[in-house]
């Protein structure tokens, strides 16, 4: 008996560690990744492209009045709307229609905002050169509209400027139902010289986010290059600028939700940066030039994407695009193969019943009935073991100065009962990797933002609004973060509680106080994690102890 409290009490002491480490500890510095980072600048400091040169906005000006600042042309789709600014030919407004602010706001999410505003962030394509004589469009440059004014995915939009050496620099710009942009870019070389010309585009934010800090989710910069999946938080770019040079892939800056992302055109070597130098910079730019004699066309394809990170939207461009591992941009985590499979059953259970709280309790019965073998197994062991807790107090007392005798009289009780101490532990473990793939997918998907369940929870995303200490509302007072347990949090630690009492009882009077203190730790802990997740486990646990207490009526066990 012993033995198996020391190992559930073991289970449920590394739960409450591997939570910490996950949700709240701070990753590790990476050593080797730090030096082979070290050793790749030094590889593609050689890069013979030339550097991207922009110059950089000081006025600031609110959002309204920046819109108003430069002439532009609108945006609009089914999913988007904004505007691309005519000087430099930015794409520097985008708005999400379909996305609220807030949950009780009708403000929309604001993805890019023009560089004179102070939360500037937007993407600007071009062309550098070595050359120095000649003149460059740049994000001061104004472009001239040819022909339509307004883009949606019916109308591409097409952008001129031409310098004073004759030639003339071309952009078309298409959009489609969702995210993607496509930028051709041209230059119509009709001087009497041969240019190298290299196409470029970059994100540009001028100010870091506020990211919410969980290990368990990565904000910042992002890109796959060469098959190779980079992921940079702001942290690591203010300290050291991150270079490399690849072949294919992409790259961009992503939140929680939300992401901005450039694709280079395909088979095409490009050196990528992310850098902190006044702005937060995501860039690429191709490292071969491309050549421009008098008299001749070149043209360079970009894509963009300014995206909400709908799971469908992203694997289809993934797949249509044939971007490599474009669905990365959620983060899925190290268990990937796991936690995305148990979104596509919500999302299929969501379709079904029409809420995604419900698609969370189908799961959980699923999950169940799934396990039901293993968990009878286990509960029927445990079942004996509360049986015959009389005996081996008994045998304790008889035995309390011989150990080994009492080992051997104990192991012959399991032998002869069919009992297994460490089976206990089985249906905690069960649940951890559940508990961790549920919690991702309630964190990172767009899918469960603002999602309804019923009653007082509006946002299964969200923590459970209400709070025991002002009565659930009753008293008009908002308590502190801290104090906010909620109704559903209380209700997962009493079935969690009435649960214990149908397991055995620990002999040690010790374990058997934190054994019983575990249920309040655990409610205090989960108070402020995603409602849905809160009521999968409350569920949970109402199944689990349903099918204890039937096993555990069942029982018998022969008379000693």
């Known amino acids: 008996m ?20 996950i949700f709240f500890a701070p990753p590790p510095p990476n050593l080797n990744e730090e030096r082979s980072g070290i050793e790749k600048v030094q590889k593609d400091s050689k890069v013979s492209s030339p550097s991207i040169d922009t110059k950089k906005e000081t006025t600031i000006l609110t959002r309204k009045d920046s819109l108003k600042f430069t002439k532009r042309i609108s945006i609009e789709n089914n999913n988007i709307s904004g505007s691309i600014s005519l000087t430099g030919g930015i794409i520097d407004d985008i708005v999400f229609k379909n996305y609220n602010k807030n949950l009780n706001s009708e403000t929309k999410v604001v993805l890019l905002n023009p560089n004179n505003s102070d939360d500037g962030y937007y993407i600007e394509t071009g062309w550098a050169s070595t050359s120095k004589n000649i003149e460059l469009p740049n994000n001061k440059t104004v472009w001239s509209v040819v022909g339509n004014t307004v883009l949606n995915p019916n109308n591409p939009i097409t952008l001129e400027w031409k310098n004073n050496e004759g030639i003339k620099f071309i952009k078309i710009i298409e959009l489609d139902e969702k995210f993607l942009f496509k930028i051709n870019q041209k230059i119509i070389n009709n001087g009497n010289n041969t240019y190298d010309f290299y196409p470029y585009a970059q994100i540009v934010r001028n ?39 690849s072949s294919s892939g992409w790259l961009g800056i992503t939140d929680k939700y939300w992401i901005t992302a450039i694709v280079p055109e395909k088979n095409k070597d490009f050196k990528s940066e992310f850098i902190y130098d006044q702005s937060y910079k995501a860039n690429f730019i191709q490292t071969n030039p491309v050549e421009s004699s008098p008299n001749q066309t070149i043209s360079s394809k970009i894509r963009v994407f300014t995206a909400a990170k709908e799971v469908a939207v992203i694997d289809s461009y993934a797949e249509d695009q044939k971007i490599d ?131 007082w929870i509006q946002d299964l995303s969200s923590r459970d609004p209400t709070s025991v200490f002002n009565l659930f509302g009753l008293i008009p007072w908002d308590p502190p973060t801290f104090l906010m347990i909620g109704a559903w949090p209380i209700m997962m630690g009493i079935t969690m509680y009435i649960q214990q009492k149908l397991n055995p009882t620990p002999p040690d009077p010790l374990q058997a106080k934190i054994f019983m203190f575990f249920p309040l730790f655990l409610t205090v802990i989960l108070a402020p994690f995603p409602s849905g997740l809160v009521v999968y486990w409350t569920i949970n646990n109402i199944l689990t102890m349903a099918q204890q207490w039937v096993i555990i009526k069942r029982t018998k066990v022969k008379t000693v």
């Open 325 to 455: 591992k474009f669905d990365l941009t959620i983060d899925w985590g190290w268990f990937y193969f796991f936690t995305k499979p148990l979104f596509f059953i919500a999302d299929y259970f969501f379709k079904l019943t029409g809420n995604f709280g419900i698609a969370i309790i189908l799961i959980t019965a699923c999950i169940r009935l799934l396990f039901f073998p293993l968990a009878n197994y286990s509960f029927r062991s445990m079942a004996k073991m509360k049986v015959l807790q009389p005996e081996m107090v008994r045998l304790k007392e008889l035995h309390k100065d011989d150990k080994v005798k009492l080992q051997q009289e104990m192991m012959s009780l399991y032998k002869r009962e069919k009992v297994n101490p460490i089976s206990g532990c089985l249906p905690v473990l069960i649940q951890i990797p559940f508990f961790f793939a549920i919690y991702k997918m309630l964190f990172v998907t767009i899918e469960m933002r603002q999602q309804p369940f019923f009653g």
């Open 207 to 245: 100010k870091k986010p506020e990211v919410l800090g969980f290990y368990i989710l990565h904000e910042g910069f992002i890109g796959v290059f060469d098959q190779e999946l980079k992921e940079k938080d702001y942290k690591d770019i203010d300290e050291k600028r991150y270079t490399t040079n």
């Open 2 to 21: 012993e033995g198996k409290n020391l190992i559930l009490a073991i289970s449920l002491s590394a739960l409450v560690l591997i939570m910490w480490s």
